[in-house]
């Protein structure tokens, strides 16, 4: 059964078409379970209806022209009841629909189990036989089993718009479609969408129909040519140390990457109209997939060659079509798993809105977007992204909504939406000048996160007292080497410069997790885990050493500037660490600079190192949560991944005694104790942390008005009273719930909905 049940999967996710798929999945799962029927049913959730999608057995010509709604027949019982029916005589059952066409009447057993992806009913897979009987217990399991796996495979057809084009083409309603995701970023956006493709994923590539074809040959040729050039020189630098057979193999490869070899299949493709990059894949897999199944273990072996010689040729088509991509006047850019310098690319000025099948509202993209005050929809797995391309779009970030091909009605609707948020910033601008400081006299210093993008004027202008978090990643991001240390200490001077004589604090290379260098790839089962941060950093040290010395050097004469260490575990790391700081600033000193040791503190974003905030608090100047890895560790919720995106919150009442334990170490050992993750920004949070005695509170810029604004209509009095209320709450959700009333109960209702994530 396993194997059976491995192959058919194998042969239907390997299958280019998904229509074609799932015909051949009904097929074969018909036979193993010695049935007569198979037939899938997929779910129109904007028309409350299944759909039938594929069968073998019922009538061919009701595929896509018949509907269940969801309330009716035994398909709509199973999507109900979330778990297999299985009845011997299906006619007999209450819930039996009869239904013209369809051709089922003749059936008596029936075997219905839900096709269910992250808790949500996609479609139903049944298998019908005309003798009554109730399926055996294994060919239950069998059939349910096999529909999880399916699951995947239509959740991952919904991303790429192959299930909205077939449930289209049975009847869709027109005007606006609507979607959601997780609302990352809040705001109204609205322009035109921008696909930007995954780079170097050959698997990834979905299959798209293209009405230029002279121009997707043309990309091939000159991808094609491009690739036997590389094969060209690549065979001649090892031309003298290869004995001959080896060197013939690099003539094979030019000879493959022929316009009359591999190019000619690949050409016909894109004449039938597939799209260059499509056209690639389905060569090179139908060739691989040919060689994997030989016995020759030789041939087998080439399949390796042939998926080499596809990425190398898809790296070219894409570093094209990345350099034709055409940004909108309004960009609202999509992908499949955005990255911080895809952002970084819009030209300025022009992004409008973001959204993300991939990553989650704590991913890095989300954190730049909130930076650069773009509103910005992550998780959105149901978005048939690679059909937007061009088409008019507007973001809901508030609630996570994504409307394509809007009516003028809705248009207008979100018109006056951003207009009424362009007031409210506008009123906010009055607050500038003045300090965050409650009813009764109680003061914090709200400072800005800077770096990913985050522009200065943007901080002062918001009427920021210095930076609590610079992260430098960016300058290493946007790079294809590591940079220089004159090209860090010129981007770090401008920003000290800038902000003098507010402090400055700059963050070691957190590099790791989400955020990867092109030209130091690191390779992690567990990436959030494994080597990131100062784990890297320590064991690089020519890397640290360069970054600190250029910090050190940029801070001459200004003597503002702060340095932070990330991801620290262990107390060795910190002592590690400083040892190196400090041969860094003796080296500094040595060249004659003239400079004063800055002040050095650590992030807070381990637990072990929330058990250890006395010990470590005690070897630095200050601390600093990093409430975004904090709550990513201690409720074990991966803060890139959507799936678990529901779990992710800070408000966790783990999190709030994590919290509250830093701040008492801190304190304990004389520190300023200060948090500088996402977290500082959440006006459900903010007065909360403002009553555990944080010090001072780092945030986007976009946040900072707004923030001290909440500060500046409470007490500390009452602030304390709703911390000690919530801190007698067992959950996230009714201690949010609590915040968000207490905004309520002031008229600051429409900043929770502002800072809803
Ligand atoms: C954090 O983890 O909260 C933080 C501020 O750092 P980053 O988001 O860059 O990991
Ligand atoms: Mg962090």
């Not at 049944?126 to 294994?138: G, K, L, M, S």
């Not at 248009?411 to 009764?440: G, H, I, M, N, Y």
Request: proline share 4%; with cysteine.
């Amino acid at each position: 059964m396993l194997n059976t049940l491995r192959r058919i999967i194998q042969e239907v996710a390997s299958h280019q078409d998904f229509e074609e798929a799932l015909q051949l999945m009904v097929k074969r799962v018909a036979k193993a379970l010695h049935s007569e029927a198979c037939s899938i049913f997929l779910l129109n959730r904007r028309r409350s209806e299944y759909v039938l999608i594929a069968t073998k057995g019922l009538n061919p010509k009701a595929i896509k022209k018949v509907c269940i709604p969801i309330n009716q027949g035994l398909v709509g019982l199973v999507g109900e009841k979330e778990e297999p029916v299985n009845i011997s005589d299906a006619p007999k059952h209450p819930r039996f629909l009869y239904v013209p066409h369809v051709q089922e009447d003749r059936f008596s057993a029936f075997l219905g189990t839900p096709i269910i992806y992250h808790r949500q009913v996609l479609g139903v897979l049944i298998v019908q036989q005309a003798e009554p009987r109730r399926y055996e217990e294994p060919e239950e399991a069998f059939l349910a089993t096999l529909a999880t796996q399916l699951a995947a495979i239509i959740a991952h057809a919904e991303a790429t718009g192959a299930v909205a084009s077939l449930l289209d083409n049975y009847a869709e309603p027109k005007g606006a479609s609507t979607y959601s995701g997780i609302p990352s970023s809040p705001g109204v956006g609205m322009g035109t969408g921008v696909v930007v493709y995954p780079l170097l994923d050959l698997e990834g590539i979905p299959d798209r129909l293209t009405d230029d074809i002279e121009g997707e040959i043309q990309l091939l040729e000159q991808a094609l040519a491009a690739g036997r050039e590389d094969f060209r020189v690549l065979g001649e630098r090892l031309y003298p140390n290869l004995p001959i057979e080896e060197r013939s193999l690099f003539d094979v490869y030019q000879r493959m990457l022929d316009t009359s070899d591999l190019g000619a299949e690949i050409v016909r493709l894109i004449r039938s109209g597939h799209w260059a990059q499509g056209a690639l894949k389905q060569v090179i897999q139908s060739h691989v997939q040919h060689l994997e199944n030989l016995d020759n273990e030789y041939l087998r072996e080439r399949a390796i060659d042939i998926k080499d010689l596809g990425h190398r040729v898809l790296a070219y088509l894409q570093r094209n079509e990345r350099a034709l991509l055409q940004y909108a006047d309004k960009t609202i850019l999509i992908g499949e798993q955005l990255t911080a310098a895809d952002l970084a690319e819009v030209p300025e000025g022009t992004l409008a809105g973001v959204i993300s099948v991939k990553g989650s509202s704590s991913s890095h993209v989300a954190i730049l977007a909130r930076a650069m005050n773009v509103p910005t929809i992550m998780g959105a797995s149901e978005v048939p992204i690679y059909n937007l391309e061009n088409k008019e779009i507007i973001i809901d970030g508030y609630y996570g909504q994504v409307y394509i091909e809007p009516s003028a009605l809705l248009r207008e609707e979100f018109e006056k939406l951003a207009e009424e948020e362009r007031e409210l910033d506008a009123s906010l601008e009055v607050l500038r000048d003045l300090p965050a400081q409650s009813k009764d006299g109680h003061r914090i210093a709200l400072m800005v996160n800077t770096g990913l993008g985050g522009d200065v004027g943007l901080s002062l202008a918001a009427g920021a007292e210095g930076v609590g978090l610079y992260r430098t990643e960016m300058p290493f991001l946007m790079r294809d080497r590591f940079p220089s240390g004159e090209e860090q200490r010129v981007i770090y001077r401008q920003l000290l410069v800038s902000f003098s004589p507010r402090p400055v604090t700059m963050r070691m290379l957190d590099i790791g997790g989400d955020k990867a260098l092109s030209y130091f790839p690191v390779e992690e089962d567990n990436p959030f885990l494994g080597w990131r941060g100062i784990r890297i950093t320590l064991d690089h040290p020519e890397i640290f050493l360069v970054q600190a010395r250029a910090m050190l050097r940029a801070s001459e004469g200004y003597n503002n500037l702060r340095i932070m260490l990330p991801m620290i575990t262990d107390v060795s790391e910190v002592d590690e660490a400083l040892r190196l700081l400090k041969k860094a600033f003796a080296d500094v000193c040595d060249e004659g600079h003239s400079i004063e040791m800055p002040q050095v503190g650590v992030m807070m974003e381990v637990p072990s190192a929330v058990y250890q905030a006395r010990a470590i608090a005690k070897r630095v100047d200050f601390l600093s949560v990093g409430s975004n890895d904090l709550t990513q560790y201690i409720l074990a919720v991966d803060r890139n991944n959507a799936r678990v995106a529901n779990l992710f919150d800070s408000l966790h009442p783990a999190v709030l005694r994590a919290l509250l334990q830093v701040v008492e170490g801190g304190h304990q050992e004389g520190r300023h104790v200060s948090i500088c993750g996402e977290m500082a920004g959440d006006p459900a949070a903010i007065l909360l942390l403002f009553a555990m005695g944080f010090d001072s509170l780092s945030m986007s810029a976009a946040s900072l008005a707004r923030m001290k604004w909440v500060i500046r209509q409470f007490s500390m009095k009452k602030a304390a009273k709703l911390l000690q209320e919530v801190l007698g709450m067992e959950s996230a959700v009714m201690i949010r719930c609590h915040m968000e009333l207490a905004l309520e109960q002031v008229g600051l209702g429409g900043l929770v909905r502002a800072g809803k994530r």
